[in-house]
């Protein structure tokens, strides 16, 4: 079974950036579909972008949509969240997830592997 590890958090501006990576092991990346989801303090867990395996199809929650860009490196076994013009709204504990088949990308019901999170604090 794949494991991922996501890195890359941290604490940054307002209007800052931060690139987000996430590692597979025990198998090859390029297998999967890939989604990455956020979970903020006190609320549920949300699906901000996914990628498709093969062609490399992208879709993204509303709210980020033009700020936020999902890629994948499958040579290295590695998919990215590069998050552009932050806000303090995007605080959260981000994670990437992955499953074989394809389904509705931004459920999280529609992945059976993930990983443990990775912090993004933004704040002045």
């Known amino acids: 079974q794949v494991q991922l590890v996501e890195s890359g958090g941290g604490l940054v501006q307002p209007g800052g950036s931060l690139r987000l990576s996430c590692e597979a092991s025990n198998a090859y990346l390029a297998s999967y579909y890939i989604g990455w989801f956020r979970q903020a303090p006190g609320k549920e867990r949300e699906g901000i972008g996914c990628i498709t395996k093969g062609d490399g199809f992208t879709n993204y929650k509303s709210s980020v949509r033009g700020r936020f860009f999902v890629s994948r490196d499958d040579s290295r076994n590695v998919a990215y969240l590069q998050m552009n013009n932050l806000t303090t709204e995007d605080t959260a504990v981000y994670y990437c997830?992955?499953?074989?088949?394809?389904?509705?990308?931004?459920?999280?019901?529609?992945?059976?592997?993930w990983g443990q999170g990775t912090q993004v604090t933004v704040s002045p």
């Open positions: 997830a992955a499953d074989l088949v394809e389904g509705a990308c931004l459920q999280t019901l529609e992945y059976d592997f």
